[in-house]
């Protein structure tokens, strides 16, 4: 018997040494890929300039045929997020189908990426052309809208940088600095006086950051969303061409705030006044305003499995919110392209996840 | 057994504005978060202000799970910038574990 106890005893004890090792080795596991995944980030931010390395043809295509000035002392500034959307998306689709021979090839990669564009090459044909053409249409509509306020601006092509984002959320802040110095000074080269953003994290880099990282930043950063916002204050006329019967109907939309612009900027509420201002009726969801909730795709790099999961609780807000008979009909407006990456994927039903420039160039007709 | 160093909350220190140490552990951080971490700030706060270097290594995967979104910021009735705190320990985490 007692024997019994101890063999059993014993056992109990391997059992639990085992499953520690397993823990431990899972621990190391995912340490490591966090490791391997930031350094290769790391590596593309400073032999490559951006995080997510892509074509200046994919990043310029927007601005075709729209006659932008090159360079001048105010740019639209993209950030390159709305042209990476499409590649990130189809690179995921790509690592999550090999996710077991990605991991193990990690070590492997991150020594090759120095040499070889491996996100360049994982990107490849990866992004899908509907994607492509939207995100990109998300960009041509705020150019749109900024000419349509009177606003002139250029736009700085292929001498356009990332502004680092994803590193300095990480804490590769070495690396961030290197290039936010270099991105800074590319920009100084060039006579530019103020950058007119166009979502919450270039704009947060610019606004807030830089200045803290970069000795000397002296670049204004003013979001299109202000811009718009100014315009319609001294001209309130920009959207003559509102049709009257579409304003009566009083179409709504639920505004889905992006966690910088209402927290880090205290920007929240700009999306629902400028929609109220034209006639739209801002829904504002449980969780909303200061308080939104997080789409999950600032942990996308590192933990996809989890930014799905808060991308569908946050699609559930939307949801309670619903009277019978909507049925996902109410469109979720949105000012980020990351949030309408991640909401778009986290649909189950009809609903419709819009950029608000969108919003604006078809609710208000100003084309 | 946790292995103490100072030097680790005096690095922390010098990367930035950490206040860990106004976190008085009420945990009101927590009811608001998306991602409903396995560890609470408070803990890691204290493994941090303690110096517990090997604690922070054992919890970075917490760690980098942060959405850095603040909606735990808006509960913070003593005003830590959790989310702040956060980066920098990814930072600490970045540089001395990953040499990056």
Known sequence: MNSAMTNSRMDGNLNKMSSNMNMDNNKNAQTDRKCHILSMLSQNLSIRRSAFPLSSISLTAWARGLDIRRGGSAVLYTGHMYQMIPYLKGAQKRQSAIKEVSDKMMPIARLINPFLNLTGIMSLFSANKNDIKRYNGYLRNIAVILKKCGIEFGYLYGLEDYAGTLLYDMGVYNAFERHADRVFRRLKRLGIKTVITVEPHTTEMFKKIYPMAVDGFDIEAVTYLELLEHALKSNGNIFSHINNAQKRQKKAVWVHDSCVYARHLDMDGIIASLLKKTGIEPLIPYYGGRLTHCCGGPIEALFPEKTSQIAKRRIEHFKKGENEGDNGHIPVVTACPICHLNLHEAVSDKTVVEDVSNVFINDMRIM | ?100
């Open chain 2, 1 to 100: 057994m946790i292995k103490a160093n100072q030097e680790i909350y005096k690095q922390l220190l010098s990367i930035g504005d950490f206040n860990a140490s106004k976190c008085f552990s009420c945990g009101s951080c927590t009811a608001l978060c998306p991602v409903g971490l396995d560890i609470l700030p408070r803990t890691l706060f204290r493994y941090a202000i303690l110096g517990a270097g090997d604690k922070i290594i054992e919890e970075s995967d917490a760690i980098f799970s942060c959405l850095l979104c603040r909606l735990c910021e808006e509960m913070c009735p003593e005003g830590v910038n959790i989310a702040e705190n956060i980066r920098m320990l990814r930072q600490y985490i970045a540089e001395r574990e990953y040499n990056l």
